[in-house]
């Protein structure tokens, strides 16, 4: 039984963080050592991150959006003014 | 300058005041003392006047104003128009100064003497001597040791508006899936303009929070063309940055000095799109859908062999039951089995011994022992008859008797008896008592016969 507590709750920082905790897991699973209590601990984790993942690449997935850096300061000196 | 000062002047403590012109003559000496040197930059604003061309020399630090005597120009051999604006030049000479005079306007200038265009020789050197000193400074290895995101959802891209690397550069990162944020820094790439605009691109861009990368980049050219990328004001810029820069700049062979300060230089617009999104979205989905599918298998798998184990346990118990129960049935079997086998045994046995014993006795019975008890017999039947009246009286005694036949043992009773019977050996009398005597016969009683 592996001696690390996880919280399943906590938010990866990263999708890298994300993909290496998931890898980590699929590879203590695939080891066949883990208790069962473990497996679905784990197996809830591992849930999470896909969905944490799937979500992250969702938001590149809809599409290339193209902005121009002098549209965008523009409006930020269009806000910033004075009304 | 060691002018000596005419008198000092009451008040500021300064040597003072001198002719104005003669403070010229001796500034154009002593400017004309400095040493010759070679300078190398982008010409601009050519003109001419009847006896000297001149121009400035920039680069993006700075300028200097120069001028050149057209016969010395003639002589440096350049074809017509070659001295224009945007040209890379090397001069040599010193600096000038002309001290004007009445009427005409003083004038400070890099005095040229020659002039020729700058070549790759030229460029590489002054690139070499940049990037020694940079590389000295530490500044090649602080956008290495940022942070790149894999899956950025915004990047800035610095590059020409209608430059083919902006298309390449979109091409990669559609082909990888790819579909954040590209937020355009546009700028020329390509003379003395370039450097600074770039700076200032990059600079926007990392000041605003959702980029995560930044991509500069260009097509090819020559080194002259690619200069911009080794203004040592745009590298220090570039290198100071928080943000991740991916240079894609010329081609392969290429190598500008923003190359080297940057965190990832790539050969092309494309790998470039590489570099800046580090994750094959398309790839990264179907590795992710595959991690699901282990997940899921993993925990079905888990609880469903568990499941399994755990109902082949609690049938264990009623078949260890069933497997007891089975092998007591069989010892009851055996059991009865055995106690009716012995049981016969046993009656057959008790036969056999009461056959032995019953043979035994009648053994007894017809033997030795028959013999012997017959010879008891004999001596008991020996010993009763010689106790038996008749054997007495067959010695001559005789037994009396009363009427009743009961023995008379006394004289007495004899006496009472009156009559009494005499029984001999060979039979009986009868007899009446007369006279009672003494009881020990010697003749002194009278006896009725």
């Known amino acids: 039984m592996a001696t690390e507590t996880v919280s399943v709750s906590d938010k990866p920082e990263s999708y890298e963080a994300a993909v290496e905790r998931l890898e980590e897991i699929i590879d203590r699973l695939d080891s066949g050592q883990a208790g069962l209590r473990e497996t679905l601990d784990l197996c809830k984790e591992g849930r999470e991150l896909v969905k944490y993942c799937a979500a992250e690449l969702d938001e590149v997935g809809e599409g290339l959006k193209e902005l121009r850096l002098d549209d965008l300061a523009a409006k930020l000196e269009v806000g910033s003014e004075p009304s | ?449």
């Open chain 2, 1 to 449: 300058m060691d002018q000596q000062p005419a008198q000092k002047q009451v008040g500021t403590g300064l040597p003072g005041p001198y002719s104005v012109g003669r403070y010229a003559g001796k500034l154009q000496e002593w400017m004309r003392e400095r040493a010759r040197v070679q300078l190398i930059g982008e010409v601009t604003g050519v003109g001419r006047s009847k006896v000297q061309a001149y121009f400035e020399l920039r680069d993006a630090d700075g300028a200097i104003p120069c001028a050149i005597w057209l016969n010395d120009l003639e002589r440096a051999g350049l074809t017509d128009g070659a001295l224009r604006d945007g040209a890379e030049v090397v001069i040599s000479g010193g600096l000038d100064y002309y001290p004007g005079g009445g009427q005409a306007s003083p004038n400070f200038c890099f005095r040229a003497t020659h002039v020729r265009l700058a070549g790759e020789g030229d460029l590489i050197a002054r690139l070499e001597a940049l990037r020694k000193q940079l590389r000295a400074e530490g500044l090649f290895e602080l956008q290495k040791q940022l942070h790149r995101p894999r899956l950025p959802k915004a990047i800035g891209v610095v590059t020409a508006e209608t430059g083919a690397a902006r298309r390449d550069l979109l091409a990669g990162l559609q082909r990888r899936g790819w579909g954040g944020s590209v937020i355009w820094g546009f700028a020329p790439v390509q003379d003395r303009h370039a450097a600074p605009a770039i700076g200032r691109a990059v600079q926007d861009l990392a000041a605003r929070p959702e980029v995560e990368a930044i991509v500069v980049t260009r097509g090819g050219g020559s080194l002259a063309d690619l200069w911009a990328f080794c203004d040592e004001t745009l590298c220090r810029t570039v290198a100071m940055l928080r943000v991740p820069v991916v240079s894609a700049v010329g081609h392969e062979r290429d190598r500008t000095l923003i190359d080297d300060v940057a965190a990832v230089a790539c050969s092309t617009p494309t790998h470039a799109a590489e570099a800046a999104v580090p994750l094959d979205c398309i790839a990264a989905r179907e590795s992710l859908e595959r991690c699901a599918v282990s997940l899921r298998r993993a925990g079905e798998g888990a609880v469903g062999t568990r499941s399994r184990h755990l109902g082949a346990l609690a049938r264990g118990p009623a078949r260890a039951l069933q497997r007891e129960r089975g092998k007591l049935n069989q010892k009851i079997r055996e059991i009865r089995a055995a106690s009716e086998r012995g049981l016969a045994e046993r009656a057959a046995s008790q036969k056999r011994i009461g056959s032995v014993v019953l043979e035994r006795a009648r053994n007894r019975a017809a033997g030795a022992d028959m013999e012997k008890r017959q010879a008891a017999l004999r001596r008991a039947m020996v010993a009763l008859r010689a106790h038996e009246p008749e054997r007495t009286l067959e010695r001559g005694y005789a037994l009396v008797e009363g009427e009743d036949e009961e023995p008379l043992t006394s004289a007495a009773a004899a006496a009472a008896a009156g009559k009494v019977k005499l029984r001999f050996a060979d039979g009986g009398v009868r007899a009446t008592i007369n006279t009672v005597g003494d009881a020990d016969g010697d003749g002194d009683g009278e006896r009725e016969r």
